[in-house]
Each structure stands twice: as structure tokens, then as C-alpha cells.
């Protein structure tokens, strides 16, 4: 295809290099200041699938460093917001939208459907839990973090390598460490450590040596230097993480996603492209919403409809006041339907809404 | 002989400098460590971890030379 005769003229990748990144699959955790340029990289590449997991939305001190977002993204989901600008670039591959929480309950679901994670992430918390689900599932990670001017990059679980863990045992004490919206960061820092993050993920598909395992980069804008420290693996570590596999599951509710679902305005609903209502109230309750864009399926029904559910558009369900839709979308995540929110205010918010519209 | 040692994010702040040589020459890490709390009392509520020529090393590890890095972890992202 023309659009990766760039990568394919290469003799490291040629078709069979590009097959394999087409084939491939990649959850990015975080849409921000790493996850942003790793995204753009990874799916400019041509990597197959591609899933993208952030509960948060886009705020005005994001644009400086995140740069898949615009002014007209603000106030939208991350995951979302991205999986449109990255459709236009790629087309030709599939992008998974989670507007959710990275949570020990639904992680290794989410997790278990891809090759690689890049962790993009933003705290530490959810950081030890890509690592240890990582390990349970067996996959590696590509790790990018990030202070001020300077960034650390690794890939870890990688074929028997050294973990996270085996770098830093465990989370340092709440004080310790504190995150970029306090302290400040160089927008384009992120941008080159999350390159280099997608730069490890497009290696480790194409089976190429010298994949940053064992050693951790750490790179300092400021003088333009790097540093390589080697972790060797730490064997008691990595033991007790499957040691306590059992209070992790615990934590992991079956097939469930128990996570909050996102909420989503009358004012940003009613702006949204590609949206597609559904009325999860029983037939005859009040306010009646007419909309152009809504379907009706009462909540109790909603799991035997879902097939009806165009899952390429942005669902926002809707009910009375908004607390029966909040279900709504947690059941359709369930169904792996993960582009939802649920309506605050619901119809009672709606219909003035639509009234001053019309006027 | 003197030290040489390297300071990684924050505890370059708590240091007030990246790089620096000490004048004395500790024989263990631990005793490196002890060194620097009492130089720089702060660096004690930080998590850190230390490398002597880019090797991970706990704190019994004898110091025969070579370039000593503190390492903090990072969550920024």
C-alpha cells in the first residue's frame, strides 16, 4: 500500500514488516502528554489495532503537551476525543475507545486483548497495575515517565526480562513524588519520550534486537543526554506478584467492568458529531424527547438490543435524571460497545435544551 | 579519591545540583548514604535508587570508585 511505501522500501521491514504491524495490537493507557505523540506514531505506522484507555477530559492546560487535541476538543473524553483525530489519519485500522478508568477490576479484561501496552500513564497507582496485570497476563510493557525536563523510558516483561518492579518495589509514599499539573513540564518532553515509547513497540513487532529491556533510559532535555542504568531481574519480586495473583483476581469481578461510567453534558452531547441518543426509559415516561438522532431501548431490554446499536458513533444514553444511564453504559462497555456516556441532568436537562433550540 | 555523583529529578533539586564531587570517599553505599543525609536532610523522605557505573546496587554494595547515580522514580506522564 502507498501509504507505508516509506516503511516498506526499508529492508528491516519490507512487506512481511508491515504485515506484522498490521496484525499487531497495542493498548495505550493514557491519552496525554505521552500518549498523544505515541499514539500518532503507532497508528501512522499502520499497527492493526490499536486501543486507547482515558476516563479523563481535555482541559486548556493539556493543549501545550497533548497534542492530538484542539481547542474544540475541551471538555471532551480523551480516549474519545483522540480516536477521532487518529481515524482520519488511519483509516485502514481498527481504534478502541475506552472512556474509562484503568482499574485492578477490569484490567486484565481490558488488557488480555492485546499484544503490547504502552503505559502512558500519568500516577504511580495505576503505573504497579499495568505491571503486575502485565505479568499475570504475560505481555510486555513500554514504560515512559516523565518530570519536568527529564524522562525514563524501559520495555518491561519483555521475553523473561526484569519488570517494573525490579526497578522500583514498590510505589513511593504519597508524598514523594508529585505529578505534572503541580510541577510543571516541557510540552515537548513528553513528545520525545512518548516517540521513543512507540519507537519500542514498532521494534518489538518487527522482531527487531536491541529492544530496550533491561536497562532504563533516562533522558534530560536540558543537556540533550542520556544515561542507561541496567535492571537485572529480581526474581523474589516477580514471585510475589504472582504470589498475590489470587488478591488481584479478587479484585477482577468476572467478566465486569465495574468502572464509572462517563458523564457527558446536555450542552457537549448536543454539540457532538456522530452522536447516537438512546432513550433507556420504559415507553410513556415524561418529558418526551424528540430527537432526530434517538433511538428508544428500555434499559431492560438494552442487552438483547445491542446488535440494533450503530457502535461507530458516540452513544449518549438518557433517562429520567441520569442515574439509570449511568447502568446503561456500563452495561454496553460490557458488550464492548466503549464509545457511551451517560447523559447528565438526563431528559429533564434535555428538554429545555432542545426547547431553546428550536426557539 | 573523590566521588562522583549524579542527581535524577527531584533529588536534584533537594541537591541544588546535578552533578557534584564528594571530597571524602565512602567504602559502602550505606555509608555514602549516611554522607549525603546528613548533607542534605531531605533526600531522607525521597525514594531513590542507586547505580554505580549504570549497575543497580543495594546498600552493602562496597564502592571501589566509578560514577554513582540516585535515581528517583518518575510518574509523570
Known sequence: MNRYSR?????????????????????????????????????????????????????????????????????????????????????????????????????????????????????????????????????????????????????????????????????????????????????????????????????????????????????????????????????????????????????HSGSNYSCEPVEISVEDALKMEDVQFIDIREPGELPFIQLPECIQIPLGSLEQSISEINSEKNIVTFCRSGIRSKKAVSLLIENNITNCYSLKGGALALEPAIKSLIK | MSTNIKYFGLLAEITSCREESLGNSPSTVNELLELLFEKYPDLKEKDFRVAIDQQLVTEDTQITGGEIALLPPFSGG
Open chain 1, 7 to 251: 516503511h516498506i522500501v526499508l529492508s528491516e521491514i519490507g512487506p512481511e514488516g508491515q504485515k506484522k504491524l498490521s496484525t499487531a495490537s497495542v493498548m495505550v493507557v493514557g491519552a496525554g502528554g505521552l500518549g498523544c505523540p505515541a499514539l500518532q506514531y503507532l497508528v501512522a505506522a499502520g499497527v492493526g489495532t490499536i486501543g486507547i484507555i482515558d476516563h479523563d477530559l481535555v482541559e486548556e492546560s493539556n493543549l501545550q503537551r497533548q497534542i492530538l487535541f484542539g481547542t474544540s476538543s475541551l471538555g471532551t473524553n480523551k480516549a474519545m476525543s483522540a480516536k477521532k483525530r487518529l481515524a482520519d489519519l488511519n483509516p485502514t485500522i481498527t481504534i478502541n475507545a475506552y472512556p474509562i478508568q484503568l482499574q485492578a477490576q477490569n484490567a486484565l479484561d481490558i488488557l488480555s486483548g492485546y499484544d503490547i501496552i504502552l503505559d502512558g500513564t500519568d500516577n504511580f497507582e495505576t503505573r504497579y497495575l499495568i505491571n503486575d496485570a502485565a505479568l499475570l497476563l504475560d505481555k510486555p510493557v513500554v514504560f515512559g515517565a516523565i518530570y519536568k525536563f527529564e524522562g525514563q523510558v524501559s520495555v518491561f516483561n519483555y521475553k523473561g526480562g526484569p519488570s517494573y518492579r525490579c526497578l522500583f518495589a514498590t510505589p513511593p509514599a504519597g508524598s514523594s513524588v508529585a505529578n505534572c499539573s503541580e510541577v510543571g513540564v516541557l510540552g515537548v518532553l513528553p513528545g520525545i519520550i512518548g516517540c521513543m515509547q512507540a519507537n519500542e513497540v514498532i521494534k518489538m513487532i518487527l522482531g527487531m534486537a536491541d529492544v530496550l529491556s533491561g536497562k532504563l533510559l533516562c533522558y534530560d532535555a536540558r543537556s540533550a543526554s542520556t544515561n542507561f542504568i541496567s535492571i537485572a531481574r529480581n526474581e523474589d519480586r516477580i514471585k510475589q506478584v504472582f504470589d498475590e495473583r489470587d488478591i488481584f483476581l479478587q479484585n
